[in-house]
């Protein structure tokens, strides 16, 4: 009889993959920033992930903490920005609560932090994170923002460790409190506090927050796709790690199927481990059988939701870019939907607000890779 091993795939959002694959430049970029403010007193320039929904901006800011705690003891206070909701308080908050940590901190042999038994390495403050300290009566909401973030970087500068702040969603922030977190962390790059920070958001980021210079000089990363050897990795690896390799056939259907699109890459991986229950290999019939499942999953959580929050007008408008060949702008739109530019320019501003398009040099694209050939399959259908 055969032993039930759990499906190796990370289809959901915010989930670590088994392989991280194709993002070694900005682990690198990442592990240089930790380094720079370890080792040379110096405060690096944040680092910036922008990219399309799904490519892996989360798990990649879960890396970075990761990182951190491993190769250097220190903690994360992580922030997730959600819609019209303020950040600072919690960042206030996670702050006090790290400071509080790294006083309780030694430093073991080798430079890492320990706590009191535990390691500080086990401690990310924020989405999933465990929270074990003793706060003080005294609510925190009402410490500014600059006497928490100076506070926990003398903490960690005290015991010769440090802090990574992770903010997601920022496209999401708030113009004003944005410019603030940024005032503040530019005020003190000069302090030369042992701190990385990086944040994560949608390409609109980009284009929005032109104005804020501590934004502006970061160290951006954008992510994409996963070139076709990586994606392979990332499919072939974790069913051989859990005992059940996938054979080429099956690992080239899937591999093209997922176009790269490093979520499409996790419920394929999912739905290929789920059809092949029971057998030895993921063959290339398991592959095909998992194309209609992912097909449904993909479509059902990320095109029907995105086509549901459009408006009748804006649905004309996605219709018409997506009938459209690749690298199609916001002229060629209106020229499709017979509008001059400006008539229908307020649509294609409110569809990348809502993370549905991004402008990326001079085309329109859709954020979610695929979504273009689903509306031509609704017209159609
Ligand atoms: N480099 C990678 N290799 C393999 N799988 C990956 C990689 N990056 C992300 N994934 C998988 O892609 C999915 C989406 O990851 P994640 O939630 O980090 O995306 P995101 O960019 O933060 O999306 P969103 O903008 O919606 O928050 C997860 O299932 C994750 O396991
Ligand atoms: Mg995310």
Known sequence: MSRRTPNPYRPGFNQAPARLVGRDAILAAAAEALEIAAFDGR????????????????VLLGEIATVAAQGHGWPTVAVEIRPGTPFTAELVERLRDAATLLRQATVEKGGRLRVSGGKVSAKVFGVGGEVDVV??????????????????????TACGGGLVITVDELQLADRAELANLAAVLQQHVADHWPLVVAGAGLPSLRERDRTVTYLERGEWHELGLLEPADTREALVAPAADAGRPMDEAAADVLTRASGGYPYAVQVLGHHAWRASHGQERIGVVHACAALSAAQRDLSAGLYASRWNDASPKEREYLAALAHLPEGAGGGDVARELGQPTSGVSYLRDRLIKKGTLFPERGALRFLVPGMARWIREQADA
Do not use: Y
Not at 43 to 58: A, E, I, N
Not at 143 to 156: F, G, I, K, R
């Open 43 to 58: 405060t690096p320039r944040p680092l910036l992930l922008v990219g399309p929904r799904g490519v892996g901006k989360t």
């Open 135 to 156: 706060r003080s009566a005294a609510g925190s909401a009402a410490v500014p923002l600059d006497e928490a973030l100076s506070d926990a970087a003398d903490a960690a």
